[in-house]
Nanobody, 124 residues
């Protein structure tokens, strides 16, 4: 059975750091990604990891966030540094069995499996 379970969210002050983790149970995914959704806004792609090692980032987090796959633990991690109030959102882990082309990494409709989300709140 496919299951994604996020953890690591919390509340931090602007400039702080958090590390999110997504436990992956079942399946052999070609694309894994972190998305986020703020109140009143659409879900947006934050970062993605492809099975060939390629990584992708939204412009808004480039240089501040790092996505990685811990194969030993089977978790998808997101290290978030220099957090800003605009990073406040519910963060979701998504997975897809088949590889996506580079330009499609942030299309949420192409991901088949989702976790329940973990809340990140950044105060100014």
């Amino acid at each position: 059975q496919v299951q994604l379970v996020e953890s690591g969210g919390g509340s931090v002050q602007s400039g702080g750091s958090l590390r999110l983790s997504c436990a992956i149970v079942g399946g052999n995914y070609q694309n894994l990604a972190w998305f986020r959704q703020a109140p009143g806004k659409e879900r947006e792609g934050v970062a993605a990891f492809r099975s060939d090692g390629a990584t992708y980032y939204a412009d808004s987090v480039q240089g501040r966030f790092t996505i990685s796959l811990d194969s030993a633990k089977n978790t998808l991690d997101l290290q978030m540094n220099s957090l800003k109030p605009e990073d406040t959102a519910m963060y979701y882990c998504g997975a897809r069995l088949f590889r996506l082309a580079r330009g499609n990494w942030n299309n949420q409709e192409l991901y088949s499996y989702w976790g329940q989300g973990t809340q990140v709140t950044v105060s100014s």
